[in-house]
């Protein structure tokens, strides 16, 4: 059965593509024919993007520059992505609006509960920029937040393999995916790191499920909307 409404987590350097920063103009391309097909399977997609394709605000702190400036820079990369994946996403008649949580009205319009829902129900993909909008949260919890404001159904983490193993796969050929693992396992297990803490706790807190998967997979986004066994679901 198909989930209503999801929330998509992308991270900076997937937007980044084939380049070691920026965003990929042909992946976004991709992309947006990619949830095309959850739309048309009747599922309201909402995307929260990560800014690591241009800055980290945890990386820049220091050497002068504070926290909170430094995760300031961090949300304003962000809203980079988003304006730009939505331009993208339209001139594909994919049409998406960004929404920003943190102020700037001459680039993007500002996030509002009643916004969200009116864009979700008219069929069109909202893009979130600027995180939760305050310093020293991640994107990861930014999401887990937006998902349970918006009323989605499931978190799809986006990652670079397809789902979460026993180990570091990168690292140890003898890894073992996992299809599905309890929120207890993902926090207490240090080898797991597909989210941090506090967004894991959140979920939890909230009973609201995370599927890490895959995205890069052709048919995959619209595979794990649909509900089939892709990646794997922490609940």
């Known amino acids: 059965m198909a989930y209503r409404r999801v929330l998509l987590k992308l991270s900076g350097e997937q937007l980044a593509g084939k380049y070691e920063h920026g965003i990929d103009a ?6 947006a024919h990619e949830i095309s097909k959850v739309i048309a399977d009747g599922t309201q997609v909402v995307v929260m993007v990560g800014g690591g394709n241009y800055a980290r605000g945890a990386q820049l702190a220091g050497h002068g520059i504070g926290r909170v400036t430094a995760d ?16 993208v996403f339209n001139n594909v008649d994919v049409e998406s609006r960004a929404l920003t949580n943190i102020k700037a ?25 600027g ?19 918006l009323e989605c159904e499931v978190v799809l983490k986006a990652t670079k393999v397809d789902g979460v193993y026993d180990k570091d796969p990168e690292k140890h050929d003898e890894a073992v995916k996992l299809d599905t693992m ?4 993902a926090l207490t297990n240090g080898a797991i790191t597909v989210m941090d803490q506090a967004a894991l706790g959140l979920a939890m807190d909230h009973k609201l499920e995370i599927i890490v998967f895959n995205p890069l997979a052709e048919n995959n986004i619209a595979r794990v909307a649909a509900g089939e066994t892709v990646g794997t679901k922490i609940s």
Not at 72 to 87: E, Q, R, W
Not at 113 to 121: G, Y
Not at 131 to 149: H, K, M, N, W
Request: hydrophobic fraction near 50%; charged fraction near 20%.
């Open 26 to 31: 042909e992946f976004a391309t991709w992309l």
């Open 72 to 87: 300031n820079i961090g949300m304003l990369a962000t809203m980079m992505n988003a304006v730009a994946l939505a331009d």
């Open 131 to 149: 995180g939760i909008g305050r310093p020293y949260l991640t994107t990861d919890t930014a999401a887990v937040s937006l998902a349970l404001e």
């Open 182 to 185: 309890s929120f207890e396992d």
């Open 105 to 129: 009205d001459q680039v993007a319009d500002q996030f509002t509960h009643r916004r969200a829902v009116s864009d979700l129900q008219k069929g069109h993909v909202v893009i979130v920029a």
